[in-house]
């Protein structure tokens, strides 16, 4: 079967008549769609070791469901959909690498169900090639398999845009309907703020473009939002003095949400640096930060394409998104990690991919050859790059994961064993590789006090962590300095018999 373009779906508004475009569909289409999937989860359980380790973020969300160590402190900004996520694998198992190969499978399902949500708007081979370009980045491919949200924010960012469109057929696609509800749940079920700056172009459309008002799609889309984002407000209100308090507490973690060009940073982090906090430093070579340099330029003549070819809104609406999703981390805020621009990443693969494969399915007797080589070439060297760091980046990462492991076990070779208490350099990833609670008196995850720990140490053991030629503190100057793996430990004395208790 066919999937050249037939009229059906409308564009937005502009000079010169209205052009609509609706795709044929088949069931090879879907096959294609398939094999990306499939390869995307292969790729992540061949290339992201399974026993990689939990990074700290991960341990947070994985702590509130698993029964290995107790809850970590869960701050403002955190959702709870990364801890219903890995339930169903961290509620009954503490395997990590039970709980990557979940994950991969499960990116795998979601990133086919997202691309097939924009069957009918685009043809199936421009969906599997976005979704090859998407799937292929270092940073889709380390965060697939990881208890992490933006990956889930950036497929229901791409699905949710692809029904969106369906949704403006002339003869609305009712499934598509529910498809763009539950896909802007699923944003906000992950990180409510990403969700709605990933809708406003979407919102803007359906309030602001009088041929674009229809309330059956705004109804779904702030439904989807207001369903997913619930119980992020009602903990709001519960555990964090309000909603307004909330927000303002997860602007104060994250620096202090104003006026910060955090680009160069986003280029300093490509290099495989997974946080840049504080970022410094020299930027990567240029062959790691070509291809993020030439993906403006790329959407950008996909825009010019689309715009001449009279069928605007398919690619136009997903490059609003892009840019809206990618705004607060480009210029908000004053630090950098590349997993923030995934959304990004995802919305842009859709229009950047027909725009390469109108590239080298041009006529030209001279011309289509050179370009199918140019474009090869070039895709060629792109994943070879991608490899190169996403390699780096998973043998970094395992080996600081795997430091953690071992100052654990030097913690339990101390008699620091579950129940206990860390706190300290790194506490909150030792805490959980050890089993044990972790507190603060200080900083953002602050949860405790100084009196308090000291009350705990008569009960429970007790083990304040410092860095390569840090001094404890003051509450623990007294306490027994041991090494543990490659980081010094100061441990209470040893809590009496005669009584036992939690953590504060």
């Given at each position: 079967?066919?999937?050249?373009?037939?009229?059906?779906?409308t564009?937005?508004?502009?000079?010169?008549?209205?052009?609509?475009?609706?795709?044929?569909?088949s069931?090879?289409?879907?096959l294609?769609?398939?094999?990306?999937?499939?390869?995307?989860?292969?790729?992540?359980?061949?290339?992201?070791r399974?026993?990689?380790?939990?990074?700290?973020?991960?341990?947070?969300?994985?702590?509130?469901?698993g029964?290995?160590?107790?809850?970590?402190?869960?701050s403002?900004?955190?959702?709870?959909?990364?801890p219903?996520?890995?339930?169903?694998?961290?509620?009954?198992?503490?395997?990590?690498a039970?709980?990557?190969?979940?994950?991969?499978?499960?990116?795998?399902?979601?990133?086919?169900?997202?691309?097939?949500?924009?069957r009918?708007?685009?043809p199936?081979?421009?969906?599997?090639?976005?979704?090859?370009?998407?799937?292929?980045l270092?940073?889709?491919?380390?965060?697939?398999?990881?208890?992490m949200?933006?990956?889930?924010?950036?497929v229901g960012?791409?699905?949710?845009?692809?029904?969106f469109?369906?949704?403006?057929?002339?003869?609305?696609?009712?499934?598509?309907?529910w498809?763009?509800?539950l896909?802007?749940?699923?944003?906000?079920?992950?990180?409510p703020?990403?969700?709605?700056?990933?809708?406003?172009?979407l919102?803007?459309?359906?309030?602001?473009?009088?041929?674009?008002?229809?309330?059956?799609?705004?109804v779904?889309?702030?439904?989807?939002?207001?369903?997913?984002?619930?119980?992020?407000?009602i903990?709001?209100h519960?555990?964090?003095?309000?909603?307004?308090?909330?927000?303002?507490?997860?602007?104060g973690?994250?620096?202090?949400?104003?006026?910060?060009?955090?680009?160069?940073?986003?280029?300093?982090?490509?290099?495989?640096?997974t946080?840049?906090?504080?970022?410094?430093?020299?930027?990567?070579?240029a062959?790691?930060?070509?291809?993020?340099?030439?993906?403006p330029?790329?959407?950008?003549l996909?825009?010019?394409?689309?715009?001449?070819?009279?069928?605007?809104?398919?690619?136009?609406?997903p490059?609003?998104?892009?840019?809206?999703?990618?705004?607060?981390?480009?210029?908000?805020?004053?630090?950098?990690?590349?997993?923030?621009?995934l959304?990004?990443?995802?919305?842009?693969?859709?229009?950047?991919a027909?725009?390469?494969?109108?590239?080298?399915?041009a006529?030209?007797?001279?011309?289509?050859?050179?370009?199918?080589?140019?474009?090869?070439?070039?895709?060629?060297?792109?994943?070879?790059?991608?490899?190169?760091?996403?390699?780096?980046?998973?043998?970094?990462?395992?080996?600081?994961?795997?430091?953690?492991?071992?100052?654990?076990?030097?913690?339990?070779?101390?008699?620091?064993?579950?129940?206990?208490?860390?706190t300290?350099?790194?506490?909150?990833?030792?805490a959980?590789y050890a089993?044990?609670?972790?507190?603060?008196?200080?900083g953002h995850?602050a949860?405790?006090?100084?009196?308090?720990?000291r009350?705990?140490a008569?009960?429970?053991?007790?083990a304040?962590?410092?860095?390569p030629?840090?001094?404890p503190p003051g509450?623990?100057?007294?306490?027994t300095?041991?090494?543990?793996?490659g980081l010094?430990?100061?441990?209470?004395?040893?809590?009496?018999?005669?009584?036992?208790?939690?953590?504060?």
């Amino acid at each position: 079967m066919s999937d050249s373009p037939q009229a059906t779906l409308t564009g937005l508004p502009g000079p010169g008549p209205l052009v609509a475009v609706r795709t044929a569909w088949s069931p090879r289409g879907g096959l294609s769609l398939a094999v990306v999937a499939g390869a995307f989860t292969l790729a992540q359980l061949l290339l992201v070791r399974p026993g990689m380790g939990l990074g700290w973020d991960e341990t947070v969300y994985v702590s509130q469901v698993g029964s290995h160590a107790p809850a970590a402190f869960f701050s403002a900004p955190r959702a709870r959909g990364v801890p219903l996520l890995v339930a169903p694998v961290a509620a009954w198992s503490s395997s990590t690498a039970l709980l990557r190969i979940y994950l991969a499978v499960l990116s795998g399902l979601a990133l086919f169900l997202a691309l097939r949500a924009w069957r009918g708007v685009f043809p199936a081979r421009v969906l599997a090639t976005g979704g090859a370009l998407f799937a292929t980045l270092w940073v889709t491919l380390f965060y697939g398999p990881q208890a992490m949200p933006n990956y889930w924010v950036a497929v229901g960012a791409l699905a949710g845009t692809g029904y969106f469109l369906r949704v403006r057929a002339p003869r609305c696609d009712r499934s598509a309907l529910w498809g763009l509800a539950l896909s802007a749940a699923l944003m906000a079920w992950m990180r409510p703020t990403d969700a709605v700056w990933a809708t406003l172009p979407l919102f803007a459309l359906l309030v602001g473009v009088r041929r674009w008002r229809r309330p059956a799609p705004l109804v779904a889309l702030a439904g989807g939002l207001t369903a997913g984002a619930a119980e992020w407000v009602i903990e709001a209100h519960v555990s964090y003095g309000g909603l307004v308090r909330r927000l303002s507490d997860g602007s104060g973690i994250q620096g202090g949400l104003g006026w910060h060009i955090a680009v160069v940073d986003q280029l300093r982090g490509l290099g495989g640096r997974t946080l840049c906090r504080p970022c410094t430093g020299a930027l990567p070579p240029a062959v790691v930060t070509l291809w993020w340099c030439a993906l403006p330029v790329l959407a950008a003549l996909a825009a010019v394409v689309a715009v001449r070819a009279r069928r605007p809104a398919r690619t136009l609406v997903p490059l609003a998104c892009a840019a809206s999703a990618a705004f607060p981390y480009l210029f908000l805020i004053g630090y950098a990690a590349p997993r923030f621009l995934l959304p990004a990443y995802a919305l842009v693969a859709v229009p950047v991919a027909d725009l390469l494969v109108r590239l080298v399915t041009a006529p030209g007797r001279v011309r289509r050859p050179l370009t199918v080589a140019l474009v090869t070439v070039a895709l060629g060297g792109h994943l070879a790059v991608q490899y190169a760091v996403l390699e780096h980046t998973v043998r970094r990462t395992t080996a600081a994961h795997r430091e953690w492991a071992r100052t654990a076990a030097g913690l339990h070779r101390l008699g620091v064993r579950p129940p206990c208490l860390l706190t300290g350099h790194m506490y909150v990833p030792i805490a959980y590789y050890a089993g044990c609670a972790s507190a603060a008196t200080g900083g953002h995850d602050a949860n405790t006090t100084a009196a308090a720990i000291r009350r705990t140490a008569r009960r429970l053991p007790v083990a304040a962590i410092v860095p390569p030629g840090g001094a404890p503190p003051g509450y623990a100057r007294s306490w027994t300095p041991a090494p543990a793996g490659g980081l010094r430990v100061y441990v209470a004395p040893s809590p009496g018999q005669d009584g036992s208790g939690g953590a504060p």
